[in-house]
């Protein structure tokens, strides 16, 4: 069995080993020291201004949209994991989908503008597959608005574009840290923000609203991680540059073994530090998708329609997408992780090429 995604797991010794502070101290959760070294870690690799380790990258997006207050409309992509919209609805506000730019995948500014309306509060865009939004594009839409923005960067762990990190854009950015993703802490994510106020802010909520024991300063939610959860993330930094260098083989193994392929691939060219977080290739049509789906299946390997449905066929339903429609019915991830071999890859091309050519 070839699975879609595997979880890196670290040496057991070396997670054993933060193990036993943990045990002498005591200390399991609500802002241990492992969670402040890790933060302090993460801040330092990531080269960012503010972050908070929150239990995971939903959450994070919810505290995003909390801090800065939004209300009414928030235009945002329908090319998404449903976290992206069920925020937007879980925080009271209605999501208004925009089209996608069919090149990078992500919230197409072109169309952004057309879809403000008084009730617009801000726009949430996702860094699809870890490929970067056109973030000038949006910041200059904002302030010309007055809107806010945050940025989903679940799978953008990582992504620098001009020299920054990709989670310095925007008003906040987000991050998740699932099982699943390049960098993880089982369950995970993080807030980013170069604003000291609304790092304040955030930090309240993410602790219930507390202000010490007596005091709360407005009401928050439990977005705390646990001493355990730092301690994996911990271990796994140790690794992240081995698991990009080795996702970045794989990535390009796949490129070189599908050459053949019929299939439109991420465009990453350009993309100053990738991450190499996903596969996905574009087919024709949902007919070759769905065959090629089927035959790796039936040899046991893994294959995900990541994102299907779009996000606007959920019941919150608006907004005319066919570039994002289309998409979603053509696209399959294929797999990629840690540990996955040559020869595995190699298997997986010879099905797809079999399909193409009706073999
Ligand atoms: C684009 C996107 N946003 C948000 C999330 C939610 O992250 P989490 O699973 O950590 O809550 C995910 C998770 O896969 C995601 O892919």
């Avoid at 008084?118 to 056109?134: E, F, K, M, N, R």
């Avoid at 839409?141 to 990190?165: E, M, N, T, W």
């Avoid at 299946?297 to 608006?318: A, K, Q």
Wanted: hydrophobic letters at 40%; one cysteine or more.
């Amino acid at each position: 069995m070839i699975p879609v995604t595997k979880p890196f797991l670290p040496p057991k010794e070396e997670y054993h080993r933060y193990l036993d502070g943990i045990w002498e101290r005591n200390w399991l959760t609500n802002n241990g020291p492992l969670v402040n070294e890790l933060e302090l870690k993460l801040k330092s690799h990531l080269d960012v201004n503010h972050l908070l380790f929150t239990n995971n990258g939903t959450i994070a997006i919810q505290i995003a949209i909390k801090a800065l207050g939004l209300s009414g409309e928030i235009i945002t992509t329908p090319f998404s994991y449903v976290a992206t919209t069920s925020s937007i609805v879980w925080e009271g506000c209605t999501p208004v989908f925009v089209d996608i730019d069919p090149k990078t995948l992500n919230l197409d500014p072109t169309k952004i503008e057309e879809a403000i309306s008084p009730q617009t509060s801000a726009i949430l865009a996702t860094h699809v597959y870890g490929v970067p939004c056109d973030v000038e594009a949006i910041e200059k839409i904002a302030k010309k608005h007055q809107l806010k923005v945050i940025y989903d960067g679940a799978h953008a762990f990582g992504v620098k574009i001009k020299g920054r990190s990709i989670f310095e854009y925007g008003d906040i950015s987000t991050c998740s840290f699932h099982a699943t993703k390049v960098f993880h802490t089982i369950e995970g994510g993080g807030v980013f923000t170069k604003d000291p106020e609304l790092l304040k802010r955030m930090s309240y909520l993410r602790n219930f609203g507390h202000d010490g024991f007596l005091k709360f300063n407005g009401v928050g939610i439990n977005g705390k991680n646990s001493e355990f959860h730092a301690a994996m993330g911990l271990v796994n930094m140790n690794y992240l540059a081995d698991i990009i260098a080795a996702r970045k083989l794989q990535f390009h193994h796949y490129l070189d073994l599908l050459k053949g392929l019929k299939v439109k691939f991420l465009d990453i060219v350009g993309i100053e530090s990738y991450n190499y977080a996903y596969f996905p290739i574009i087919f024709e049509n949902e007919g070759q998708l769905e065959k090629s789906m089927a035959l790796l299946s039936d040899h046991e390997i893994g294959s995900r329609r990541y994102f299907f449905p779009g996000l606007n066929h959920l019941d919150y339903t608006s907004g005319d997408t066919p570039v994002s429609d289309s998409i979603s019915s053509r696209v399959l991830c294929l797999p990629l992780y840690h540990g996955l071999s040559k020869e595995e890859q190699k298997m997986i091309a010879r099905i797809l090429l079999r399909v193409q050519n009706n073999l």
